[in-house]
């Protein structure tokens, strides 16, 4: 089972051009989430999807978009990345969005300079 | 505001234990959450606390106190793989995980 994967693994991005992050997962979680992980800080979330079809705004959503068409893809989108933007972004997924034993998986992360 | 609170590093002696403390403000509780970062690697999951007290997981502990918003990772009979950085997050009462900046563990022969 491969879980969650994401690509690509490390991007160097030009400021002002726009940039899709991808994430797959085969578990058939529900719930699935970006973060970003910059140094000194803790993993701060994006965006979140709750199920397929529906998204919501984490604590950093400005600059990026996401979208949920079906269970296993969450892609990330930056339509005009700025320097602020570099850090390691993650995807991560949990069986379900509320339940008191719920864990995230997390994908393998991209790494994203921008220039 | 929501508040996590870790040391930023701490350096532990191959096999000695090592206490590794999390105290938390968050809007709500809905459970506490450790995980073990390698560098350059994915957050995997430790263990996880909702209830007050201690839960034993082979060489890892993890205790809780929600009246003092206080936990800790117990790490026992160290071994060098054991060298990465520990983070605990915090479910909040919208079930968001609110994070902790990271504990770098740093293993010493």
């Known amino acids: 089972t491969a879980g969650i994967t994401q690509a690509p693994t490390s991007q160097i991005l030009a400021a002002g051009r726009s940039m899709t992050l991808r994430c797959t997962q085969d578990?058939?979680?529900?719930?699935m989430y970006w973060y970003r992980q910059d140094l000194g800080l803790g993993l701060r979330l994006i965006h979140y999807?709750?199920?397929?079809?529906?998204?919501g705004k984490g604590e950093v959503p400005d600059g990026y978009s996401v979208s949920r068409a079906n269970t296993d893809d969450f892609p990330l989108t930056l339509a005009s990345a700025v320097p602020s933007q570099t850090s390691v972004y993650f995807c991560?997924?949990?069986?379900?969005?509320?339940?008191?034993?719920?864990?995230?998986?997390f994908g393998p992360g991209t790494r994203l300079t921008v220039l | 505001g929501q508040n996590i609170d870790q040391p930023t590093e701490m350096t532990a002696t191959e096999g000695a234990i090592v206490q590794i403390n999390c105290t938390y403000q968050?809007?709500?509780?809905?459970?506490l959450f450790w995980y073990q970062q390698h560098a350059g690697e994915a957050p995997t999951f430790l263990s996880y606390?909702?209830l007050d007290g201690l839960e034993e997981k082979g060489r890892f502990s993890s205790f809780l106190s929600r009246s003092k918003g206080y936990s800790y990772l117990l790490l026992k009979e160290l071994q060098m793989k054991d060298s990465a950085s520990y983070l605990c997050?915090?479910?909040?009462?919208?079930?968001?995980?609110?994070w902790g900046a990271g504990t770098k563990l740093i293993i010493k022969p």
């Open positions: 999807s709750n199920t397929a079809g529906t998204t």
């Open positions: 997050a915090v479910r909040d009462s919208n079930y968001q995980l609110i």
């Open positions: 578990m058939r979680h529900n719930a």
């Open positions: 968050t809007s709500g509780f809905n459970g």
């Open positions: 991560a997924s949990s069986d379900s969005a509320g339940g008191h034993t719920d864990t995230q998986y």
């Open positions: 606390n909702v």
